[in-house]
T-cell receptor, first 116, second 114 residues
């Protein structure tokens, strides 16, 4: 039972390069999301999805794209990397929570991205 | 709009002493409140939650939290701190309307000194 798997764990990009951060979950969770973590700012929502084929923007979506072609996978694409995108990125998933059985998010272990 | 405040960037406590990590929130509707812990170079791990029921909730590793609706607070507590409790703690909230995403606080770094 792997939970939420993120790859790669570390990445260094040059300004202007593009890349895709991978996220996969094996818990059949409907909801998936991407957050970035910056010192003193907590976690900020980039994009989220409530099911296959459905995505929406979060608080800080600029410079990022997502797609959700399957329930399991939710990749995050950086179109043209900028130094401001240097951060730690977390993928999270959950059941669509509307009941007392909602246990919140399961997080991946993160991807540490540096843009130089 | 939803928001979470954790007024202390850093909390220092001696091993064996009680600890409190503070959280206040603002949300539309009834709150779903969570505490997560993050150890170095790891993802966030679930500690405990309040959705409904008893205002005092107990979670993993001996932690507990008290929901106070009038003060819109959800402080994390532990009666006797361990050095291994040293980590970054995040409070998170969402409203009970389906579709609202969680908002996370900025985090509080807890250091338990031997």
């Amino acid at each position: 039972n792997a939970g939420v798997t993120q790859t790669p764990k570390f990445q260094v990009l040059k300004t202007g390069q593009s890349m895709t951060l991978q996220c996969a979950q094996d818990m059949n969770h409907e909801y998936m999301s991407w957050y970035r973590q910056d010192p003193g700012m907590g976690l900020r929502l980039i994009h989220y999805s409530v099911g296959a084929g459905i995505t929406d923007q979060g608080e800080v979506p600029n410079g990022y794209n997502v797609s959700r072609s399957t329930t399991e996978d939710f990749p995050l694409r950086l179109l043209s990397a900028a130094p401001s995108q240097t951060s730690v990125y977390f993928c999270a998933s959950s059941y669509s929570g509307g009941t007392v059985n909602f246990y919140g998010y399961t997080f991946g272990s993160g991807t540490r991205l540096t843009v130089v | 709009a939803q928001s979470v405040a954790q007024p202390e960037d850093q909390v220092n406590v001696a091993e064996g002493n009680p600890l409190t990590v503070k959280c206040t929130y603002s949300v539309s509707g009834n709150p779903y409140l969570f505490w997560y812990v993050q150890y170095p170079n790891r993802g966030l791990q679930f500690l405990l939650k309040y959705i409904t029921g008893d205002n005092l909730v107990k979670g993993s590793y001996g932690f507990e939290a008290e929901f106070n609706k009038s003060q819109t607070s959800f402080h994390l507590k532990k009666p006797s701190a361990l050095v291994s409790d040293s980590a970054l703690y995040f409070c998170a909230v969402r409203g009970d309307n389906y579709g609202q995403n969680f908002v996370f606080g900025p985090g509080t770094r807890l250091s338990v000194l031997p």
